[in-house]
């Protein structure tokens, strides 16, 4: 089953403007991943926040975390054609080794 | 390094018949895990393996089987398949072995249709 929800399911921006997207899950975790998925193909790690940080940045992503609200925002500034791809926030929780998948938000850029 | 590889990439299998996909990890990673993706139940975790040994289970039929090898390398079975079965099967690995760390590297995935 899935942890939790992604929102929006779908977000069409033009270039250049920001994207942002929420992923909320249930249950405690030990951190929390996105990935990009470029049309039904492999999925591309792109940033990880553990459960004891509230924000990360990796070049043009900024993650944030809010554990009281079991919420998750990525923000990719200056967007380009090329992000456009499905987004999956994905959770670690106890001791298991596993990736629990939000439902995704698919983002597309227009030039 | 070279990255995750999966073999076959495509798949077109009947009903009833089994199938086995394989993985390659990253070089040096010795977590491999397995997920299924389809348009309804999104990604969802099949197994984990490390050192030979399945430490997870997703919840999948028992029909859903792998393996390790002493190289790192796994396999995923799938027998008498249904028509549900079709999906894109990743493969990712991880070197990682903290938990708060844990962080996975995909494969191109294997399409598999079951018609």
């Known amino acids: 089953s899935q942890q939790g929800e992604e929102d929006p399911q779908a977000l069409s921006i033009q270039e250049g403007e920001n994207a942002t997207m929420n992923c909320s899950y249930k249950t405690s975790i030990n951190n929390l991943q996105w990935y990009r998925q470029n049309s039904g193909r492999g999925l591309v790690h792109l940033i990880l926040?553990?459960?004891?940080?509230r924000e990360k940045h990796s070049g043009r992503l900024r993650v944030t975390l809010d554990t009281s609200k079991k919420s998750s925002s990525l923000l990719i500034t200056a967007s380009r054609a090329a992000d456009t791809a499905s987004y999956f926030c994905a959770t670690v929780r106890g001791s298991a080794r596993q990736l629990t998948f939000g439902s995704g938000t698919q983002l597309t850029v227009l030039p | 390094k070279a990255g995750v590889t999966q073999t076959p990439r495509y798949l077109i299998k009947t009903r009833g018949q089994q199938v086995t996909l394989s993985c390659s990890p990253i070089?040096?990673?010795?977590?491999v895990s397995w997920y299924q993706q389809t348009p309804g139940q999104g990604l969802q975790f099949l197994f984990e393996?490390?050192?030979?040994?399945?430490?997870n289970k997703g919840n999948f039929p028992g029909r859903f089987s792998g393996r390790q090898f002493s190289n790192s390398r796994s396999e995923m079975n799938v027998s008498t398949l249904e028509l549900g079965d079709s999906a894109l099967y990743l493969c990712?690995?991880?070197?990682?072995?903290?938990?708060?760390?844990?962080?996975?590297?995909f494969g191109p995935g294997t399409r598999l249709t079951v018609t």
């Open positions: 990712a690995s991880s070197s990682k072995t903290r938990v708060d760390s844990y962080e996975q590297y």
């Open positions: 393996y490390f050192s030979e040994t399945q430490r």
């Open positions: 926040i553990r459960s004891n940080e």
């Open positions: 070089s040096g990673h010795r977590s």
